[in-house]
Nanobody, 121 residues
C-alpha cells in the first residue's frame, strides 16, 4: 500500500506565500517522479509542477516564476513553494507520485487526498 499525504494548505491574501508538502509512505520500491496538480470546482485537474527523481522540473505556464518545486529522494517528499499568490490560484491541490510498489513492481500513479488553497482578501 502506497500513500501520499499533503500538508500546508490554507487561506492567504493575494500576494502572499504558502508552502505545500507531501510525503510518500508504504511499500515503495522506487519513485520516478512527484508533483502537484490542482482542481477548482467545475474544472479539470491540471498540472502545476512536477519533479523527477533526477531533479528535472516542469511547470505550468501560469505558475512559472512564482512557484518552486523541490524534492527529497531519501525522505520521499516533495514540496511546493508558492509565492505571489493570486486569487486564480485558489484550488484543491493534489500531490501526485509515479511509484513502483514493492508488491507489484509495477509503475503506477498515486494521488493524495488534496489540500485546499484559498487566495482571498
Amino acid at each position: 500500500q502506497v500513500q501520499l499525504v499533503e500538508s500546508g494548505g490554507g487561506l492567504v491574501q493575494p500576494g502572499g506565500s504558502l508552502r505545500l508538502s507531501c510525503a510518500a509512505s508504504g511499500s515503495i520500491a522506487s519513485i520516478n517522479a512527484m508533483g502537484w496538480y490542482r482542481q477548482a470546482p467545475g474544472t479539470e485537474r491540471d498540472l502545476v509542477a512536477t519533479i523527477t527523481s533526477y531533479g528535472r522540473t516542469k511547470y505550468a505556464d501560469s505558475v512559472k516564476g512564482r512557484f518552486t518545486i523541490s524534492g527529497d529522494n531519501a525522505k520521499k517528499t516533495v514540496s511546493l513553494q508558492m509565492n505571489s499568490l493570486k486569487p486564480e490560484d485558489t484550488s484543491v491541490y493534489y500531490c501526485y507520485g509515479e511509484v513502483v510498489a514493492i508488491d507489484s513492481l509495477a509503475l503506477r500513479e498515486y494521488w493524495g487526498q488534496g489540500t485546499q488553497v484559498t487566495v482571498s482578501s
